[in-house]
């Protein structure tokens, strides 16, 4: 059974920067694998924010995030990772990295195309 787990999540300033990784275990990815970043501020429902392919060559962001937060994955370690900069107070949510196989192009974006999810971790971003 696919086991993630994230971390590096944590208190940091308005324009400080953190990088959040997930480490998968349990299981392999192929190509048609995708992993994804997605947050829940609080009070609200839990939203998009970044996925990949498993072979790291197509990346979808929310418009939200576009340019200040990069999503990678390192395959050797099974890990993806996400490198938040510039953050902002409106950026302070829990967030949760996400693992699906056979997801289509256009659904890399919907919660609901994922199947393994993790703990979550929070990042909460002050003024």
């Known amino acids: 059974q696919v086991q993630l787990v994230e971390s590096g999540g944590g208190l940091v300033q308005t324009g400080g920067s953190l990088r959040l990784s997930c480490s998968a275990s349990g299981g392999t990815f192929s190509n048609s694998g995708a992993m994804g970043w997605f947050r829940q501020p609080p009070g609200k429902e839990r939203e998009f924010v970044a996925a990949i392919r498993w072979n790291g060559g197509t990346t979808r962001y929310a418009d939200s995030v576009q340019g200040r937060f990069t999503i990678s994955v390192d395959k050797a370690r099974n890990t993806w990772y996400l490198q938040l900069n510039n953050l902002q107070p409106q950026d302070t949510a829990v967030y949760y990295c996400?693992?699906?196989?056979?997801?289509?192009?256009?659904?890399?974006?919907?919660?609901?195309?994922?199947?393994?999810w993790g703990q979550g971790t929070p990042v909460t971003v002050s003024s």
């Open positions: 996400s693992a699906g196989t056979g997801i289509i192009l256009s659904s890399l974006t919907l919660r609901t195309a994922y199947k393994h």
